[in-house]
């Protein structure tokens, strides 16, 4: 089947949403990232996803249009979840190299993809295993470390802008999925922050973009935009009592001005669950427009069950 494209979604200035002046246009100057789960062939089967038709859940036809997209937007970075290794090689674009770590146990992982005429790195990339939670908590996963072993991971690499010699960290993360337990992505996202804070400089520019299993009104989305929870959100289920939620980060949600969109709408689920974070050494100057998402996820222009969210920004 011939792909269907359909590159509808603008790119919104934030001047515009804010009633302020500005450019239309993203400077050459902005750092620019995507995120996007792009639904790993191992789970895109007809069981799953009932209502496509079966080329459109095909991976050849699939990564064909995710990587249209892709050069498209010509992200400088890109936070790939759900990603099987080989499955977009960098010969499929070139001009990205390839930091990938795949999940324990499982076919898929996180990819982060970096413009290599823009940036470089300068330390070595990291993955962060959010099975060690274990470990790091005892008090709390001593006796129920089985569900605290989903086998998701992050990746964080540090690079330098060749435009203009800053530094910036990026990260690409994948939480667990389940929402019975909000206690087990609530102890991923603080164990990722944790790991982060021990790694940046205080002035350092950071991004942290993925596919975080939560929603706007959850406890991880409260944790990661004000730095802490809120008292009316403590509950002994999620281990507030002892586990210190705070961070230092000061981080926002680049989408956060548009009341958190949709990012994934299936036959089973719709809402706001990706996100693009950074904190106050960026500001965010460009939006790509939102999904409507008023077709069921995947379809035959959309090949992921999330759609991809891209914002562009300035430094401090």
């Not at 934030?14 to 620019?32: A, Y």
């Not at 699939?62 to 960098?90: G, M, V």
């Not at 036959?267 to 706001?272: E, L, P």
Request: proline letters at 5%; hydrophobic letters at 35%; glycine letters at 2%.
């Amino acid at each position: 089947q011939p792909i269907v494209n359909n590159f509808t979604r603008k790119v919104m200035p934030i001047h515009d949403l804010l009633g302020i002046e500005g450019s239309s246009h993203p400077e050459n100057t902005c750092v620019s990232i995507m995120s996007y789960n792009v639904l790993a062939d191992s789970y895109c089967t007809k069981k799953n996803h009932s209502q496509a038709l079966g080329y459109e859940l095909d991976w050849s036809y699939r990564k064909n249009n995710i990587i249209e997209r892709i050069n498209h937007y010509q992200p400088n970075f890109l936070a790939l979840q759900e990603l099987e290794q080989s499955a977009i090689k960098q010969e499929d674009i070139p001009q990205y190299s390839i930091i990938y770590s795949k999940r324990p146990s499982k076919l898929d992982g996180c990819g982060l993809y970096y413009n290599t005429e823009r940036f470089e790195i300068v330390k070595d990339p990291q993955t962060i295993f959010f099975n060690d939670v274990v470990k790091k908590y005892p008090q709390v996963c001593r006796r129920k470390n089985a569900k605290f072993r989903t086998d998701h991971i992050a990746v964080i690499a540090c690079f330098k802008d060749l435009e203009n010699n800053h530094i910036i960290w990026v990260a690409c993360a994948h939480l667990f999925w389940n929402p019975v337990y909000e206690e087990v992505k609530l102890i991923q996202a603080h164990y990722l922050l944790e790991y982060i804070q021990e790694l940046i400089g205080k002035d350092d520019p950071l991004l942290i973009a993925g596919d975080f299993n939560s929603l706007p009104e959850s406890r991880v989305y409260h944790y990661y935009s004000t730095g802490q929870i809120p008292t009316s959100l403590n509950a002994a289920n999620m281990y507030t009592n002892v586990i210190n939620y705070k961070h230092r980060l000061e981080l926002t949600s680049s989408y956060s001005v548009l009341n958190e969109p949709l990012s994934t709408n299936t036959r089973d689920f719709a809402g706001c669950i990706d996100y693009i974070w950074y904190n106050s050494q960026l500001s965010v100057s460009h939006l790509l427009e939102p999904h409507t998402c008023e077709k069921l996820l995947p379809n035959a222009i959309d090949p992921s069950d999330h759609t991809p969210i891209m914002a562009w920004f300035t430094y401090q």
